[in-house]
């Protein structure tokens, strides 16, 4: 497995690719600046199997029309992919609604492409359908983390739907029981690992 970070859009989401042995790819939040992101995928001769959200806010889905390939999303945020409201573009940009085909995951799915297996993790907090997605094999302990968890900080929570008390939940119960040298991708800014935001994470104290 390879990996590719593409930081994209006003909002600088962190848009992952995920690459398997025989070059198909998986792609996390294509939020925006989809040109950047197709470009990288022609150089490198990739060939993108499905996009796999995070969350539906429309700083993580906007770039979504543009590929034309099945969208991943938790079942209990698949409203907000059809209402401008829920999704924050009414506020942010223009009404964004999405009509592709939609593949909805539960809690503790797998997701698979060829040798990678992701493991869903639901963190609700942020929206009602934040997921993480864990990475593991004998070399690497890998977790997407979405809006869930920052390097010091989480996401926000005032938004419809969002709730802080659930999010700590999330956070404490089931992200902190991870190994403590699992590195955590955030949706936004620079990458930390398990142990350190234990340490600093301050909710706990």
Same mark, same amino acid.
């Given at each position: 497995?390879?990996?590719?970070?593409? =930081?994209?859009? $006003?909002?600088?989401?962190?848009?992952?690719?995920?690459?398997?042995? $025989?070059?198909?790819? &998986?792609?996390?939040?294509?939020?925006?600046?989809?040109?950047?992101?197709?470009?990288?995928?022609?150089?490198?001769?990739?060939?993108?199997?499905?996009?796999? /959200?995070? +969350?539906?806010? &429309?700083?993580?889905?906007?770039?979504?029309?543009?590929?034309? #390939?099945?969208?991943? &999303?938790?079942?209990?945020?698949?409203?907000?992919?059809?209402?401008?409201?829920?999704?924050?573009?009414?506020?942010?940009?223009?009404?964004? =609604?999405?009509? $592709?085909?939609?593949?909805?995951?539960?809690?503790?799915?797998?997701?698979? %492409?060829?040798?990678?297996? %992701?493991?869903?993790? /639901?963190?609700?907090?942020?929206?009602?359908? $934040?997921?993480?997605? #864990?990475? #593991?094999? +004998?070399?690497?302990?890998?977790?997407?983390?979405?809006?869930?968890?920052?390097?010091?900080?989480?996401?926000? =929570?005032?938004?419809?739907?969002?709730?802080?008390?659930?999010?700590?939940?999330?956070?404490?119960?089931? %992200?902190?029981?991870?190994?403590?040298? =699992?590195?955590?991708?955030?949706?936004?800014?620079?990458?930390?690992?398990?142990?350190?935001?234990?340490?600093?994470?301050?909710? #706990?104290?």
């Amino acid at each position: 497995m390879k990996l590719k970070r593409i =930081t994209v859009g $006003s909002f600088e989401v962190n848009c992952y690719i995920i690459i398997s042995n $025989s070059n198909r790819a &998986i792609i996390i939040d294509p939020a925006a600046e989809s040109k950047k992101i197709k470009e990288f995928l022609e150089q490198n001769k990739i060939t993108p199997s499905f996009i796999l /959200h995070t +969350h539906a806010h &429309i700083d993580h889905i906007k770039g979504d029309k543009d590929f034309f #390939l099945p969208i991943y &999303i938790h079942r209990k945020d698949l409203p907000l992919l059809k209402d401008p409201l829920l999704n924050l573009s009414k506020w942010f940009t223009e009404p964004f =609604t999405l009509e $592709s085909e939609i593949v909805i995951f539960d809690s503790d799915q797998s997701i698979n %492409l060829d040798e990678i297996n %992701l493991k869903v993790i /639901h963190t609700p907090g942020h929206t009602p359908g $934040s997921s993480c997605f #864990l990475f #593991l094999n +004998h070399q690497s302990k890998i977790l997407f983390s979405g809006d869930t968890l920052f390097r010091s900080g989480i996401g926000r =929570t005032d938004f419809p739907g969002g709730c802080q008390a659930e999010l700590i939940k999330s956070v404490k119960e089931k %992200l902190f029981s991870l190994d403590d040298d =699992t590195v955590v991708y955030p949706g936004h800014g620079p990458a930390t690992n398990i142990g350190q935001e234990k340490e600093h994470f301050h909710f #706990l104290k």
